[in-house]
DNA sequence: GTTATCACCTAATTTAAATAGTTTATTTTA
DNA sequence: TAAAATAAACTATTTAAATTAGGTGATAAC
């Protein structure tokens, strides 16, 4: 990992899909030199991957949430965890220390929709006693970039 | 938006660089047609992007936190909303219902680095009078997938 | 001091993207 | 209802990029 790594990093999470050719005339560089680089960084499990980026409101799904639950045994844990990697709603689910145990981001077409999933598939689960929901009014930022000027 | 657009969506949020040909085989059409129906789904804001996944904590961000603030008077958020755009650290800023104001996701290196974030960068700020922070212990589910089965 | 190794290069080949022109089906309009 | 327009696909061609192969120079290991 040196600066041109870093600086392949960011050109690609910029734009996932940019050339080897197109990086390699930015950089200073050979197309092939590039390529090379990629492979090491994808091979090390740096770059785990590339996504398009879509525009959730523009799909339906206008309605972000917060859920932070709280389990009552550890028995219960393992099939509240197979249900949260079955529901496509839930984008993210967080093992939490403090009050609550976990804490679920969950994107949604509304409020009936969240009602649903909080009522008919959360809720239902043996062990979950308690849930608090935060309901997002507008999101000022979201990326998932992360700081790359410090070293490695 | 018809079924064929959602099965592109899906295959390009899979492999956010996977080529026009690759997918018109799979989807049994022409590699041009694919580009095209690509280009609308960009045109119309559909697909935001693409983008290099990253592993955060191979790359040293190996903590994650989620910071509740509250601000206690309207004339100070422009300064905290810039300051939250400024912070690299900070991937998320949510304008949230309930309790506190604004719900922020924080990747960083360790302790020392959220303390610095939320002591010197976060409770600086005038207005920020109340922070909560839940420290994640592990991750269970993290995509930025939408569910794309229902119509639109 | 010789030999490996690494990261790069250039050149050639293979593969994909982009463009242009055509066909077909569906919808609009006369 | 018939004619025209539109939309979305196709094929064939051109242009551009990815991949591969072979080679060079610097650095580290023996």
């Given at each position: 990992m040196d600066s041109l790594?870093?600086?392949i990093i960011s050109s690609l999470v910029d734009n996932g899909r940019s050339t080897w050719?197109?990086?390699?005339s930015n950089l200073q560089m050979s197309a092939p030199a590039i390529?090379?680089?990629v492979r090491r960084l994808e091979e090390q499990g740096i770059i785990k991957g590339?996504?398009?980026l879509l525009d959730s409101e523009t799909l339906g799904y206008g309605m972000t949430a917060f859920i932070s639950i709280s389990i009552d045994r550890m028995e219960h844990r393992a099939?509240?965890?197979?249900k949260v990697a079955e529901l496509a709603e839930v984008q993210e689910c967080h093992h939490a220390a403090g009050e609550d145990d976990y804490l679920l981001k969950v994107r949604?077409?509304?409020t009936k929709d969240l009602d649903r999933i909080i009522s008919e598939e959360l809720r239902q689960l043996p062990g979950v006693f308690k849930t608090?929901?935060?309901i997002?009014?507008?999101?000022v930022k979201e990326t998932h970039n992360i700081p790359l000027t410090e070293s490695d």
């Open positions: 790594d870093y600086k050719s197109e990086l390699a390529a090379d680089r590339y996504s398009a099939l509240f965890l197979a949604c077409r509304g608090r929901t935060t997002i009014l507008s999101t």
